[in-house]
């Protein structure tokens, strides 16, 4: 599987239920988001003027990904709304890994160049790292309707937060093609 | 790494914050635990008694791990409190992965072996299959006193539970020796 692939088989609408791990507290919260993820071109105009932003030439991206999510979190009365959208480009010599482009996010003043690689577990993992944080997110599927996802944060003081988001597909219609399957779909 | 390698990084005390999704009624519940993880060596008794219960030769298996667990569940008074031994057996083509016996648990009657891997990006997955589940566990180190553990098991009418575990390492006076380095730990 490669990452447009996994991309492909992320769109759709998914009901994510989230657990949050303070690490330093041994404290948890919950969350629960509705996503909604859309493929894109690689002639997408997001895509493109992603591309510009990072100086970098379009034709080089792979597709493109938006994000969109709508969700809360235990304890918190505003409500966690936005979107995001991401390139993979491919490194020249390793199809499985690259850079993750990625707009910015809420607060984020500076555009941050993410590292992207798909495992022979068929594990998506990103990572993006800056002078103050380093960050670690693992997607994978159980099934084409089950995708999971777990990621952590590591600020100057050390790894702080450990979380886990459970997601299923809503109103599944017409499930995304797949040309591969895991040790794990097969089991589904 | 090998799962030898693994286990051995794996040994020790460690505290376990648990959180556990019921998918299909989107509830979170926790736990934690206190675990004590032992490597063994391959002439252990208990390594040698295992392998003769699955009808193997001792001689075949790799090591051996002993698992202790303590711990407590969200809405639940009585304790979980057990231990299991994990031994190892390579295949014969492909080093990162093999059979994993492993003893009965509370309630089982039957042995089941399991399999592992050991994945390109230092992922460990067990698996073990009946009529009537799956389950799929997977561990990683974040760094070498910070190891996550995700799992999920599928019954006969769909997949039913997804846990989460976030562990640290107590009291490390001497954390094992590693001979490889993962990219997370480059960061620790």
């Given amino acids: 599987m490669d990452i447009v692939e996994f991309f492909q088989r992320s769109s759709g609408k ?89 707009t910015l996010g809420p607060g984020e003043k500076v555009l941050l160049a993410g590292r992207y690689s798909v495992g022979s577990d068929e594990t998506l993992t990103l990572t993006a790292e800056s002078e103050t944080m380093y960050s670690e997110e693992r997607l994978w599927f159980a099934n084409p309707n089950l995708r999971f996802r777990t990621s952590v944060l590591k600020q100057s003081g050390g790894f702080s937060t450990a979380s886990f988001c459970s997601e299923i597909r809503k109103g599944v219609t017409s499930p995304p093609p797949a040309t591969t399957q895991s040790i794990a779909d097969k089991k589904a």
């Fill in 14 to 102: 998914w009901f994510s239920q989230r657990t949050s791990h303070a690490l330093a507290f041994e404290q948890a919260k919950g969350g629960q988001s509705e996503l909604q993820i859309e493929l894109l071109p690689q002639t997408d105009p997001a895509v493109i003027k992603l591309c510009e932003q990072y100086k970098l030439d379009p034709t080089l991206a792979l597709c493109g990904l938006r994000v969109n999510w709508d969700g809360t979190t235990e304890g918190e009365k505003a409500k966690q709304v936005g979107n995001t959208v991401l390139v993979p480009i491919a490194d020249p010599d390793s199809p499985n890994e690259g850079t993750l482009l990625r």
